[in-house]
């Protein structure tokens, strides 16, 4: 049964208020690793020894935003793409930064068809950028960082014939 919002004993938080929080929240995590204002376009890689790397790519930058793409070097057999991996757009003027796609190849309209309802819409933005805060805090929680971030290539050894043969 629904509790009566005058009932509950803290105010209860909408689902854009959540959202902007988290994406509030996704920027100062990623702020915590690449100075989003200064860092030149590239490829960054973070290792902390546990054989798993993280790759920050800076794809672009325009007046307001910068474009990111963050995965692992991992590859998906299937796509040859890396998996997981998700692509962001950070909004400098009001420090927010969101997931735009979990999946290379796969916006919204893909997953949600050409005409979604808003609550669908919402939905979906709410589950990916949930999925990214709850990624990033766990990458922190290993140690991936500024600290650890340096530049570096795409990974190339990584292929889809060494993933099935593996």
């Given at each position: ?71 692992y070097a ?27 796609h979990c ?50 290539a795409p ?12």
């Open positions: 049964m629904r509790q009566n919002r005058v009932d509950l004993p803290f105010p209860a938080i909408g689902r854009f208020a959540w959202l902007m929080g988290l994406y509030a929240e996704n920027f100062e995590r990623i702020a915590r690793w690449v100075d989003l204002r200064t860092a030149p376009l590239g490829h960054y890689v973070s290792t902390v020894g546990d054989g798993l790397d993280i790759h920050l790519e800076i794809v672009a930058r325009h007046a307001h935003t910068v474009e990111l793409r963050l995965s991992m590859v998906d057999p299937l796509t040859g793409a890396p998996d997981p991996s998700a692509a962001l757009r950070a909004y400098l003027d009001s420090r927010q930064a969101e997931a735009t999946y290379v190849g796969r916006h919204w309209q893909d997953v949600l068809g050409l005409r979604p309802s808003p609550q669908a819409m919402m939905g979906h933005r709410l589950r990916m950028n949930s999925f990214l805060s709850k990624w990033l805090g766990y990458l922190e929680a290993l140690g991936h960082g500024a600290g650890s971030l340096q530049p570096g990974p190339q050894s990584i292929t889809r014939a060494s993933m099935t043969n593996a």
